[in-house]
């Protein structure tokens, strides 16, 4: 059974750092790319950030570029977000999917999800 | 970056209904899109992916069709564990979602 549960939420001052993380189990980690999606309390979903299988590709969203940063461990079978310089606005519910590309390979979604983190910033 | 506009942003709908949510693109995108569901407190769960493929383990009365820029998902008679927000999902940008109520 695919599993994927995260960690590390907390409430933290603005300005602040916290760093998430991700144990996935149940599936061959090192197969996939993963990414972090958020929802803000009351507020739709929005992708984050994502990592290839190898941690060789990044991508962020620009509300977070340069601010937080994703990593992984296969060793380890983990996933990672550093996130630095949290604003209010980064209040919300983090979750850590898998990517799923369809048979051509052009199709993106993610097949499973974990139930979140929560991160709140605040003074 | 293309943008993707889901309408409505909520329905009132009885147990038996028939329920179709429209994703728009604002480029022309193939087949890439999928659709999920999500339940209060829980995490979202993947639907339909290539727009019009259903997820392994979903009911039958979930599709999606279209392509280029018009998508839809129907629901074809609603049941009572399907009350939940719908969302779609274009390779990293996530529709506003739908929320189906209990008329």
Redesign the interface.
């Known amino acids: 059974e695919v599993q994927l549960v995260e960690s590390g939420g907390g409430v933290v001052r603005p300005g602040g750092s916290l760093r998430l993380s991700c144990a996935a189990s149940g599936f061959t980690f090192d197969d996939y790319g993963m ?1 972090w999606v958020r929802q803000a309390p009351g507020k ?4 984050v950030s ?1 990592i290839n299988w190898n941690g060789g590709s990044t ?1 962020y ?1 620009d509300s977070v570029k340069g601010r937080f940063t994703i990593s992984r461990d296969n060793a380890k079978n983990s996933l990672y977000l550093q996130m630095n310089s949290l604003r209010a606005e980064d209040t919300a519910l983090y ?1 850590c999917a898998r990517d ?1 590309y ?1 048979s ?1 390979g ?6 499973y ?4 983190t929560l991160v709140t910033v605040s003074s | 970056a293309i943008q993707m506009t889901q309408s409505p942003s909520s329905l009132s709908a009885s147990v038996g209904d028939r329920v179709t949510i429209t994703c728009r693109a604002s480029q022309g995108i ?5 659709w ?1 569901q ?1 339940k209060p407190g ?5 639907l339909i ?3 019009s ?1 259903l ?1 392994s383990g979903v009911p039958s009365r979930f599709s999606g069709s279209g392509s280029g820029t018009d998508f839809t998902l129907t629901i074809s008679s609603l049941q009572p564990e399907d009350f939940a927000t719908y ?1 779609c ?1 274009q ?7 739908t929320k189906v109520e209990i008329k």
């Open positions: 990414s739709g979903l929005e992708w994502g991508g969203a979750h799923y369809d051509s052009t199709s993106h979604q993610f097949d999800w974990g139930q979140g | 193939r087949n890439d899109l999928g999920y999500q829980k995490a979202p769960k993947l992916y290539a727009a493929s997820q969302y999902l390779g990293w940008t996530f529709g506003q979602g």
